[in-house]
């Protein structure tokens, strides 16, 4: 059993960033390919990126390409999501997830930490 936490959200302006990171314990983080998602206020959870258990490879939905940056340290057992020029459209509880397989669906994940809330003021 995995258990994730997420810290590291937070209010800032349109254009500014942020570092969200996602702590993991009671598994072998190794073992686990890696992925963030969000949800606004009545909308569903969507898809922001996705890391391989090395850290090799990486995906990222097109809507934060070229602005966010995912990355792991296994040594630590932690993931991070660096959020560069953020836009109001970003608000929302970013959440990360742990799985056996790279995917950008949620179905493709087994375990969720709680979410950390990001917004972003125009």
């Known amino acids: 059993q995995v258990q994730l936490v997420e810290s590291g959200g937070g209010l800032v302006q349109a254009g500014g960033s942020l570092r969200l990171s996602c702590a993991a314990s009671?598994?072998?983080?190794?073992?686990?390919?890696m992925g963030w998602f969000r949800q606004a206020p009545g909308k569903e959870r969507e898809f922001v990126a996705a890391?391989?258990?090395?850290?090799?490879?990486?995906y990222y939905a097109n809507s934060v390409k070229g602005r966010f940056t995912i990355s792991r340290d296994n040594a630590k057992n932690i993931m991070y999501l660096q959020m560069n020029s953020l836009k109001p459209e970003d608000t929302a509880v970013y959440y990360c997830?742990?799985?056996?397989?790279?995917?950008?669906?949620?179905?493709?994940?087994?375990?969720w930490g709680q979410g950390t809330q990001v917004t972003v003021s125009s």
């Open positions: 009671g598994g072998t983080f190794s073992n686990y390919a």
């Open positions: 997830a742990a799985g056996t397989y790279y995917s950008i669906h949620r179905s493709g994940y087994d375990y």
């Open positions: 890391i391989s258990w090395d850290g090799g490879s990486t």
